[in-house]
């Protein structure tokens, strides 16, 4: 299928499907005519690297994960592959990062806020 209709059926634009391309996220064949031909099983991959960027995933980890998957052997144990977890746990630290960060604002934006109400009164 050309990238037009890859992108009528994923909801993915032309653009990021071509980014995907460009970072090795997926591969398309070039017809005679220059077009690109995906077949159907870019469908399946561009909504798993939704899925991906969805959880904060950066395009160059999303490759790493998905080349792991690729590589894995027995499919249903997918959740065995150590690079994946490195990734997710890589996340996880970062979120919670942001996490305490975030918290820290608020606490001070209360303490802020306080302050301004008792002056007030």
């Known amino acids: 299928m050309e ?6 059926r994923t909801g993915v634009s032309v ?3 071509r ?16 077009y690109r031909d995906f077949d159907e099983s870019a469908i399946d991959r561009i909504k798993i690297i939704q899925i991906y960027l969805g ?3 950066t395009t160059d ?3 790493g994960v998905l080349n792991c998957h690729d590589n894995f052997v ?3 144990y997918e959740y065995l592959c150590e ?6 746990e890589e996340r996880l630290n970062e979120v919670n990062r942001n996490i305490d960060t975030l918290n820290t604002v608020k606490k001070r934006l209360e303490k802020q806020i306080n302050q301004i109400k008792k002056s007030d009164s």
Do not use: C, F, M, W
């Open 3 to 8: 990238i037009g209709q890859l992108s009528k």
């Open 15 to 17: 653009r990021s499907i």
């Open 19 to 34: 980014h995907y391309e460009k970072k090795g996220l997926i591969t398309a064949t070039r017809l005679e005519n220059g």
């Open 55 to 57: 959880l904060g995933l």
């Open 61 to 63: 980890q999303i490759r």
């Open 74 to 76: 027995y499919p249903d």
């Open 83 to 88: 690079e994946t977890l490195e990734v997710y």
